[in-house]
């Protein structure tokens, strides 16, 4: 259904802004429309957008241009967020005006390109982002500067987002740089350089300068190079960092230097081996593997051969291919019509008409709501209430009540979610397999570096479960983050007693018998002495050693102590870092037949074979986790 005509209604308010005789005038005459239009409903803002349209394109008036900026900029102000959907088909029309001759619609339409940029969200910053790129490139030279001095605002508000969208939006800016117009160039370098400060590395952020210069003059390269050569990476590199640097590294791999060359296939080597996630290397890294293949095949030099050979490795082992990248596995455009079908179906009664959105407004914001849920969706943000209340709730209070806008918000968001447990469910346990204390699907990351991604736990009652990794692939942290109750999905310590068996005692009063510091335990002062005493006789405390010191006990006997503690707290499952640590050979064969006698407790254990001291054997395991870049795989040793 078409809009209500706005011109009968709205006639006064916009002779008021065609006859006003200065600015004041004008925004007054301005705010009184938008508070109108918040008063009467958004049904006419089509037709209200249309004129205003209107009077910006005409070329016989400078008060109708300068009034049209100043009304969307009281539209923005007074009506807020909710009409942001609605404004951002203006930006191009107000773009438009940078190029007046007129330095009061000039000012005009910057205010109002200020005032409508900063209603949308972080979630809309690739919407935004390609409207803005459409603009880029057609517009005229002020138009250029203003767009690019545009998408500089999202950095800070917007920061993860607008680094993830580096890889499309680099390549427009840097053309920028190449324009004719030097406002333009040196706003596209400015611009650059500020949305490169979205990276997010700080082993890059020294080189941000640099890498822009790059754009913008190729000849720097070299010097580029020779800089990232010197550089120790130790930082995760990520899709963004890879946006940037994978169009140098390509430039350099055909410069005819050999010195160049030598030094390239080093960075890639270098940077390669810290990209975790073989889906960005499938993305990012397979346009690098063709040059690299010559360099190490052709190259003139043999050491430079060599290091190209070993960086190719490298490469291929991350997951580059030399068929080149994956084809895009997103269908955004697809995914989108999906989330709008769905958000029209679950519109109230009283906006719909004949089955479709009543008003086509309406449609235009749910439009936009879609592109921003498939992105949710895509991300699998479904624990981000926030997220979704700003991507679907805030647009509907323009069309109904708060709680009715929220309680649609939440419905969306269930909807998806019960989707993704469906889609993302892990497959039953074998009848025999026993009991499963956990099947969780989460993700780890420690800062900014990504540990896990999506990957699965599940443990079963009664088995051992090894975890086998490099140093720095997180095996301690996911054994915190679990003893904190910080992993996502994960069951709460009222559903599954998790306990971390620790034999520092560090902070723990080591004047105390070992008898009086289990009953000292807050978490066990309703347990009786008798059933503390009978357990720890289970793990080898007779009664003269119970009342010894805990402070005198060695590293073995603290082992003991905990392991007693631990089972007073009924604990379903046992984290053990590195146990062996402190233990001579005997008590490192107590513990593995203590714990394989523990028939009703896990056992999730980081156990290292550091070649002098004594650990764990395999054989007391029946599975193993092992790392395999964010993941891990799942090895049963006994059936």
Known sequence: ????????????????????????????????????????????????????????????????????????????????????????????????????????????????????????????????????????????????????????????PARDFVAAELGTLLPKVENAMHDTKQEVSTAAIKSATQLCTTL?????????????????????VPACIKALSSTTFVAEVTAPALAVLVPLLLRALNDRSMEVQRRTVVVIDNLVKLVRDPKVAATYLSPLVEGVTKIATSAAFPDVRAFAETALNTLLKSGASANGPPTNHRDVVGETAAALVTLVSRLPSGLLLNGAPKYSSLEETLDFQASMVADLVAARSFNDIEAWRRCVCVYMTLWTDHDTATAFAEAIRLHYYGIDQVKYAVSAAPSDEGEVLCDTLFSLAYGALLLLSHTTLRLIRGHRYGILGTNGSGKSTLMRQLKEGKVENFPPQSQLRCVMVEHSLQGEDGSLSVLDFIAADPVLVDVPRSKIREQLLEVGFDDERQAETVGGLSGGWKMKLELARAMLYRADLLLLDEPTNHLDKASVKWLERYLVSQKNVTCLIVSHDSGEKPYLKKAMFTNILHYVWVTFHSMPLIT
């Open 1 to 156: 259904m078409p809009d209500i005509p706005a011109s009968a209604h709205y006639a006064p308010f916009f002779d008021a802004l065609r006859s006003a005789p200065t600015a004041l005038d004008a925004k007054a005459a301005a705010d009184r429309l938008a508070r109108e239009v918040a008063k009467a409903g958004p049904q006419s803002l089509k037709d209200i957008l249309k004129t205003l349209h209107a009077f910006a394109a005409n070329k016989n008036s400078g008060y109708e241009r300068e009034s049209a900026a100043i009304a969307l900029t009281s539209l923005a102000n007074i009506l807020g967020a909710p009409i942001a959907p609605l404004l951002l088909p203006s930006l191009p029309i107000v773009f438009d005006l940078y190029m007046d001759k007129g330095e009061v619609v000039r000012v005009a339409a910057s205010a109002a390109v200020k005032a409508i940029v900063k209603l949308f969200p972080p979630e809309s910053t690739r919407v935004v982002f390609s409207t803005l790129v459409s603009i880029l490139e057609a517009g005229k030279w002020r138009t250029k500067v203003g767009v690019l001095d545009a998408m500089k605002t999202f950095v800070a």
């Open 200 to 220: 997010a590395n700080p082993d890059l952020a020294p080189h941000i300068p640099a890498l822009v210069k790059c754009m913008s003059n190729p000849e720097s």
